[in-house]
């Protein structure tokens, strides 16, 4: 059995974005960023994170590197609480738990050269000795040459600045390494270059990833597991190959129909029943039932009523759907007894 | 093919920008055709000038700093280069109008979209001045109806802010296709959304076009778009057209290096991992490749690409790459048809 490194139960983050009401009675209005989600990322893998802008995904990895405070729920990192109330998360974890950001322009300084940016996180982390030969080291691991060191970020390329922001995330020795859309602000061939980099420096420091982006379809190419969230919540849970070959929920159907694809094989993998309608709606105020029910082809009455539940449907593939849960549906019917709501 | 005259002509169109430390030659002699009815796509990476095309087929490129230094464009029958002021207006609205890759850019965010929408109406169309407000106010209304927008009467009275990014890109494609234009040049109109969303309007655009019998040209770096709108491709490397083909043939055998290269990056729902993309980056224009610009990356070099730039050759009638690689072919192929006369 592999540990895990990062496990999440019962997650939640709510924005408080103005008030309703007079000063008496007032109520707080709040966005549901993140409303309870619970996984868990094994020691070693690339943990796929998909879902369209405002589902929550950025919130998640800003949580768990510590830039956001959660508003309920626990993260633990190997069996560890990173949140203790108010306390400062310490060193240690900060170093265990790096990050790369979507957009390599606005994450490195433009006013600082390579050389600042790599040598800022071995300030903090690593003796004063031989300083140079760390950097040069960060450099050489990602297939930089050293003269880059004096180079100004405005100098690079998107996917070379995206490399050097790589660099700086390993520099402190990380174990988990949280990449937030890292290759969608760049082309498909410089990304090809930079996820090759990424699985390289994976097998090379055995480091895990939590891999946040929207392209499902470079996801089938790099995680072993995935999971879906729509709206704050986590809708499917599978491993990799396992998710698409059979594909549950209606979201995710949705999502996969909806890719475009360069080959007929690639169009087999396409559910075809299920046509894209309608836009995820505001977080504020959501209607009860299933966040997911405006858009579903498959509704029934239930879902606008009532939330459904996390349910393992096979082997380690979770789905959170009515349709699976429920007595004498289409696809119900196959569902042991024990899961029914 | 089709025997009637290309809708638009472009022939050996040279762009270079004068900018402070030297002079970028971006176009390199740039041709390109397409015949009405005709979905034609233009694919590359960012920075290999499809942008720029464009912009010199509409004149909106401002000189200075842009150098249009030789080449014809023909609209319909009518040099674009040569024309003036208030006749280039009448092929803007009525011949070709443009929907831009940011509907949030697009759209004036201090009118509302009911007063963007009929002023376009209003100077556009060929009947618009005529018409009386109701008029152009019913216009408005069908036209948002045709965009699948739902209670246009309020969206005309609600500024761009107020929609959702697709909500945008509709109102975008709706008034571009509101005067009824010959040729509608798509700049990336879904990459700023998400994929569900642009699934929806790539698919709406499908059908106006459709209807309406409008030519498209789509400017877009997603291969798998291309491939599901278009008849026929032409892929940009660094202002050249290295390869022209039917939509099919590209994607089932393509000849450039280049594009070889550039389908193979693309992570496929499939699996079986990601190439190693393509080595190096898109030249300085400062200073390009002599020869073939494509040279310094390309993995099946020879002598002659440093030295010669390569002309189209033909391989089929509707399948032609600039490329030496193919030289002796044709030569083959030429020989072979002597002989059997």
């Known amino acids: 059995m592999i540990d895990d490194i990062l496990t999440i139960t019962n997650l939640k983050k709510h924005f408080v974005i103005g008030h309703t009401g007079r000063m008496s009675g007032r109520n707080p209005i709040t966005v549901k960023a993140i409303d309870g989600i619970s996984f868990s990322i094994r020691e070693g893998e690339t943990y796929g994170l ?57 994450s490195l300084n433009p006013r600082q050269n390579i050389k600042q940016i790599l040598e800022m996180p071995l300030r903090v982390t690593k003796s004063e000795n031989n300083r140079m030969e760390q950097i040069i080291y960060l450099l050489e691991i990602v297939g930089l040459p050293p003269e880059y060191m004096y180079k100004n970020p405005g100098m690079l390329s998107g ?40 699985l390289k420096l994976q097998k090379e420091f ?21 999971a879906i969230m729509y709206l704050g919540k986590i809708c499917e849970i599978a491993d990799t190959i396992d998710f698409f070959r059979n594909p549950l929920h209606p979201y995710t159907q949705m999502l996969l129909s909806a ?37 579903c082809p498959f509704i029934m009455n239930i879902c606008k009523q009532v939330d459904p539940v996390m349910a393992e449907i096979e082997e380690n593939h979770v789905v959170r759907c009515h349709l699976f849960t429920q007595p004498g549906s289409e696809n119900g019917t196959s569902v042991p007894s024990n899961m029914i709501l | ?93 009525r011949g070709i109008s443009m929907v831009f890759q940011d509907p949030t850019a697009a759209l004036n965010p201090v009118f509302t979209i009911g007063e963007q929408f009929e002023n376009v109406i209003k100077f556009s169309s060929s009947s618009g001045k005529s018409l009386t407000k109701k008029d152009i106010h019913q216009k408005a209304i069908s036209a948002l109806k045709e965009v699948s927008l739902a209670d246009p009467e309020r969206l005309l009275q609600s500024y761009p802010i107020q929609l959702s990014g697709g909500m945008r890109q509709r109102v975008c494609i709706g008034m571009a296709l509101s005067t009824n234009p010959k040729l509608l040049i798509a700049d990336e109109p879904g990459t700023s959304l998400d994929v569900t969303i642009q699934d929806q309007v790539l698919r709406l655009l499908r059908k106006l076009v459709e209807d309406y019998n409008t030519s498209v040209i789509l400017i877009t770096h997603t ?19 290295v390869e022209m083909a039917a939509t099919h043939k590209l994607f089932l055998k393509p000849l450039h290096p280049y594009t070889k290269a550039l389908i193979s990056t693309v992570p ?18 400062r200073n390009p490749p002599t020869g073939c610009r494509f040279h310094p990356r390309c993995p099946n070099v020879m002598d002659i690409c440093s030295k010669e730039k390569p002309s189209v050759f033909n391989i089929e009638p509707d399948h032609g790459v600039a490329c030496f690689l193919y030289k002796s072919d044709i030569t083959n192929m030429k020989e072979k048809a002597t002989k059997v006369q």
Not at chain 1, 56 to 73: C, D, E, F, Q, R
Not at chain 1, 91 to 103: G, S, T
Not at chain 1, 183 to 194: E, F
């Open chain 1, 206 to 226: 055995q480091l895990s990833y939590m891999f946040i982006t929207h392209d499902l379809s470079l996801m089938r190419n790099v995680s072993n597991r995935v």
């Open chain 2, 268 to 285: 496929r729902l499939t699996g079986g991992g990601i190439t190693s993309g393509i080595p190096g980056r898109i030249p300085d224009y």
């Open chain 1, 159 to 198: 996917g070379e600045k995206q490399i050097v922001a790589i660099a700086r995330a390993l520099a402190t020795n990380p174990s988990l390494v949280i990449l937030d859309e890292p290759t969608s602000a760049l082309d498909v061939s410089v990304q090809a270059k930079t996820i090759n980099l990424l």
């Open chain 1, 259 to 295: 890719i475009p694809v360069i080959n007929e094989e690639e169009e087999k993998l396409k559910p075809e029943k299920v046509i894209s309608t309608g836009e995820i709606p505001s977080p504020v105020n959501l209607p009860p039932g299933c966040s997911f029910h405006s858009r």
């Open chain 2, 1 to 93: 093919m089709n025997d009637s005259k290309p809708l638009l002509d472009v022939k050996n169109l040279n762009v270079s920008f004068s900018v402070y430390g030297g002079k970028l030659c971006v176009l390199d002699g740039v041709n390109f055709f397409m015949y009405p009815g005709e979905k034609v796509g233009l694919v590359g990476e960012t920075g290999c000038g499809k942008t720029t095309t464009m912009k010199a087929i509409l004149r909106v490129l401002p000189t200075p700093p842009a150098i249009i230094s030789s080449g014809s464009i023909h609209f319909d029958g009518k040099d674009i280069m040569g024309l003036k002021v208030d006749e280039l207006l009448r092929v803007r609205g």
């Open chain 2, 223 to 241: 291969l798998g778009i291309v491939r599901e709108t278009t008849n026929r491709v032409y892929v940009m490397y660094a202002g050249n057209m």
């Open chain 1, 50 to 106: 998909v879902g369209e802008s405002g589902s929550g995904k950025s919130t998640v990895a800003y949580i768990a590197i510590g830039m956001y405070l959660p508003s309920s729920g626990s993260i633990r990192f190997r069996n560890q609480e990173l949140f203790r109330g108010k306390e400062k998360r310490s060193r240690e974890f900060k170093k265990a738990i790096q990050i790369v950001f979507q957009d390599p322009g606005s």
